[in-house]
Nanobody
């Protein structure tokens, strides 16, 4: 069992930045590929970014490429999402998730554990 807890959400003006963190319980954090997803009101949960178990590979949705950066610190059992140049359309609840794989990091259904989410609101 892995427990994930997100933090760092909030209200920011368009063009601003936020850094989300996701802390994981357990001693096998480095065994999990990690992803960030988001869900806006009335929309499906969508892939944002993912990072391989070693941190050597990262993946991004086209909508955030060049603005968001995912990273991880396996010694601290934490994955981060640095979000720059935020836009109102980035407003959503952001979730981190984990899976015991590096091969399906884009696929929401392949993630085994999810956090409770953190709200990000970008005002225009």
């Amino acid at each position: 069992q892995v427990q994930l807890v997100e933090s760092g959400g909030g209200l920011v003006q368009a063009g601003g930045s936020l850094r989300l963190s996701c802390g994981a319980s357990g001693r096998t954090f480095s065994s999990y590929g990690m992803g960030w997803f988001r869900q806006a009101p009335g929309k499906e949960r969508e892939f944002v970014a993912a990072i391989s178990r070693s941190g050597g590979y990262t993946y991004y949705a086209d909508s955030v490429k060049g603005r968001f950066t995912i990273s991880r610190d396996n010694a601290k059992n934490t994955v981060y999402l640095q979000m720059n140049s935020l836009k109102p359309e980035d407003t959503a609840v952001y979730y981190c998730a984990s899976q015991l794989s590096d091969t399906h990091l884009y696929t929401r259904s392949r993630y085994d554990y999810w956090g409770q989410g953190t709200q990000v609101t970008v005002s225009s």
